[in-house]
């Protein structure tokens, strides 16, 4: 029976997603939030700001009507970018329409009211549609470029209800990219949201030029950071040292071609953030997540030195070299982890 | 006052730490394995093979005599590689020694003893000097040829003894290179010896070029079962998230000049492994530890499946391709951690 797949999203992973949903025998539709992008995708299916060299299968159907979007759908695919989740949900989420698990790969946590993706879009569906519907996450060390390319990759799928895991598994595994089941949403969505962040702080150090050790240190702090937080919010410390953990935070951090931690890299070499985000046509979600991350971190008395440090260098007009110097030389005498 | 320090061995490390401890105004004595390598390096005071540009100090005393090694000596560093560090103590050792500590960089596991660094010392010390010395292993992300560039650092001083971490601390701190006190010794030192292995898997990704998400999620598998083996072996798991573990283990696993992982990469393009090793002047410790590993693991029952198909390519012919295919389509429908 085929599966039918509404993708919310032209990005880099809608594009990739979509690409691999078809080859399982899924019909996919895919929608823009832009009514300007239809036509140039729909007939040269290439997005080459986006991803060179990717072409969009035939099937994939586009769109960005929202009326009929999720008529016959068994699945729906976020891939808005946190910060425009709420905007693009509040138009489509309307009384009357039937429940319908919703997995998203957006990484990130809204500005103000601080939820994280599954939060923002379970919020929307409820108040204007009457009732939950299933939420899943699918995350891990997922760069678009090398999925685009079908390089073999994992990831997780993590929802509350188990049923829904194994439904995302089951449409998303494929011999090159394999997705386990798990059960901690909160643990991986925090993951993935502050990995972002940490990656800035990674670019920097490339754009530093201070080295792979001083890099390697960053993560590992980086990552017990992010374990307190989670921890705080009621996450299980045994997720944030899977591959939605640590292996996502890996890839961010070293793979060339992430855009938080080129931006980080470009930040380190001097250039300005509004000329940085002005010169990419993708959604840089570490920028406004590491605000959104500082205040989830100051609301729980969390210490996060890192992610203020990145806040310090985007928002506060500190000095990379300085914020970097000051996180080596933290009057930390003993290790201290979780 | 002064304190005397005696490098033992005249690779990578001890060039680069004697160089550290000089300019804090240590006295360094550096003992070469090899009575060939003496003069050499006393008047050229160069080991290009070894590390290019870099100079050791004048102040460095050279020698490759044992009779009055420890003279004077306030600490010893042991930087002689894993499979060599019992014929080297059992040639200094010698009852009457005054005790005195010892701190290793050695990362590995003896063949067939299956025992750690401190663990091959100090049974060759109280077989030969009658009495226990106090030990240390001093790790993190600390790649050689950067911190001959003094680029910054991070690391643990780690002992069952505070005062003894104190002292290696004190020894070691300098504003590029910052150390923490730590005190599980045998995390420690476990972390340190099977980074190695995984990092022989990560340059396998690398030399088949299967991407940096393929490798990140071997980096956050290869932790897991790290954790494992080390919990079992009476290490605290939170040793493994800090910078001696998944710090060291990012460093070695990403960092082009590693000599574990561009083995492993030299493997993964279909090179064979006695010409590879015939080809470094280091020793890659990753290859001698893949045996021990298993062995250990083995012997508490433990799980490790990269361990296992590093074993398998290194030692039992198994196509590189095929291993980490192997590792790609394992069964495990749920994630599983630690």
Redesign the interface.
Known sequence: MTVHVTMLGDGQMGLVLADLLVSQGAAVRMWCPSPDAVEPLRTTRMSPTRLPDFRLPDAVEVTSDVDHLLDGTDLVVNAIPTQYIRAVWTRIARPGLVPCPVVTVAKGIEATTLLLPTEIMQQVIVDRSGSPWPMCALS????AR??A?R????A?AASEDGAVARLV?DAFNV??F?V???DDLTGVEIAGAAKNVIAIAAGLVDGLG????????L???G??EI?RLGVELGARR??F???????????T???P?GRNRTCGEQLGRGEHLDDILASTASVVEGVPTTRSLCDLAARHDVEMPIARAVHGILFEGLDPRDA?SGL??RE????Q??
Request: aromatic share 8%.
């Open positions: 891990g060390p997922t760069i090398e999925m390319a390089l073999p990759a994992t997780v598994q011999s090159w394999r386990y089941t798990h201070v080295g792979y050790n001083a890099k390697s240190a993560l590992a702090r990552l017990a374990v045994e997720t040292f899977g591959i939605a953990g640590v292996g996502d935070l890996a890839t951090c070293f793979c071609h970097i080596m030389e930390a005498k003993q290790e982890v979780g």
